[in-house]
């Protein structure tokens, strides 16, 4: 079997590891020129956290992951008025939780791929055609190349989604934020956050501060927006929204790096009646996105990207698997996109009460006993789906 997969992300290159484990031969088709190095951290847990220890990735991942005491909540004047414990967090979570910046977790899995995987940069679908037994792809540098299936693992702005499905209109689901990421350099702002994840306590707009391993920082903002239409400048507009927030926001504000190196995008999600269509099949945030309000998308993107490659060798049709993996994965999924759209006027205050509400409910986090049920009420439900599948029945051999 041969496995065309679009899109060199976390989800696409999680995919191909565990297809190649299965020595299944995979080319990837990458859009972007080289690896991209925007991007911000993330918690990671939950089932993509198992799949990452199955697929024997967990060390390496451990390995750039990044030391976070609590997430401070400051007011203008830099003053703590609120916090997230993390070591409560990890307790909730039993320990199997690391926080990362999104670009390292997407490099381990593309330095540990297996020398058999053909990753080509520059390379995005433009033509698709299923061809019944098969599937004909041409890609960004004019090369034609004919595969078994094709999968779209290439994330909210899915290209293979809309050449097989339609236009993103149709799937997106707007939540109405506009969100942004960036690094930058402040040796005193640096000092400030130490080993914390450092958000102002404000209402409708938020910004926050991590420190990273170079003595840099990175910047992670999010705000209301009505219009889901992106800025033409992605500069002025963190400026237009976040200049007044004070304390070391306008600060960094006049250090960050030109519009093209920083990340901007809606808060979206994506919904859809089936992720597969003949011999295409989407993963990830291409078909099931959560939006970052669920924490979650990397995870689940690898526990989709897990849970196909087992079922692409264990079905005994390519259509079967497809069926499988959807009926396992969107329970999941669906789950997390409910708990995300709940949390919204948790996750970014609209008001003042909603503000004050947020810091009774952290406060109260802190109660001996109630790290679990408070935990899950941000994350939802924890799910066994990576385990499960683990210990069901024996892996066969791949289609041919």
């Known amino acids: 079997m041969k496995v065309a997969i679009c899109g060199a992300g976390i989800t696409g290159l999680a995919l191909a590891h565990r297809l190649a484990a299965r020595d299944i031969e995979v080319v990837v088709l990458e859009r972007a020129p080289r690896p991209r190095e925007q991007g911000y951290m993330i918690d990671f847990f939950g089932p ?217 995008d809606q808060v979206a999600q994506v919904e859809m009646p089936s992720w597969s269509r003949g011999r295409v099949v989407l993963v990830g945030d291409a078909c099931y996105a959560v939006s970052l309000l669920a924490g979650q998308g990397a995870s689940l993107g690898i526990t989709g990207a897990f849970v196909l490659a087992e079922q692409l060798t264990r079905a005994s049709s390519i259509e079967n698997a497809f069926a499988e993996y959807e009926k396992l994965v969107r329970p999941v999924v669906t789950e997390k996109q409910h708990v995300a759209r709940r949390g919204a006027r948790w996750f970014l205050p609209a008001n003042r009460l909603l503000l004050q509400a947020r810091r009774i409910f952290l406060r109260v986090a802190k109660l001996p006993g109630l790290e679990r049920p408070l935990a899950a009420a941000v994350t939802g439900k924890s799910t066994a789906l990576v385990t499960n599948l683990r210990q069901g029945t024996e892996v066969g051999r791949p289609m041919s």
């Open 48 to 264: 993509g956290y198992d799949a990452v220890e199955e697929m024997g990735l967990l060390p390496e991942v451990e390995n750039v992951a990044y030391r976070v005491d609590e997430a401070s909540l400051l007011d203008e004047h830099g003053r703590r008025r609120a916090a997230i414990d993390y070591v409560q967090f990890a307790k909730s979570v039993r320990g199997r939780l690391c926080s990362i910046m999104r670009p390292d977790l997407e490099r381990v899995l593309r330095e540990t791929l297996p020398s058999t995987v053909d990753v080509r940069f520059g390379a995005g679908v433009t033509e698709f055609e299923d061809l019944g037994d098969r599937v004909r792809v041409t890609s960004a540098d004019g090369e034609v190349l004919e595969a078994d299936l094709l999968v779209g693992a290439d994330g909210i702005h899915s290209t293979v989604r809309r050449l097989v499905f339609g236009d993103e209109d149709r799937f997106l689901r707007y939540l109405g934020f506009h969100t942004a990421a960036f690094v930058f350099e402040d040796e005193a702002i640096r000092d400030q956050v130490g080993e914390r994840f450092c958000l102002t306590d404000t209402i409708g707009r938020q910004m926050g501060f991590y420190g990273l391993r170079d003595g840099k920082l990175a910047a992670f903002a999010v705000h209301r927006a009505t219009d889901p239409a992106l800025p033409a400048d992605a500069r002025d507009a963190l400026r237009a929204n976040y200049g007044s927030l004070g304390w070391a926001v306008p600060r960094a504000l006049d250090l960050c790096p030109p519009a093209e190196e920083v990340y901007y």
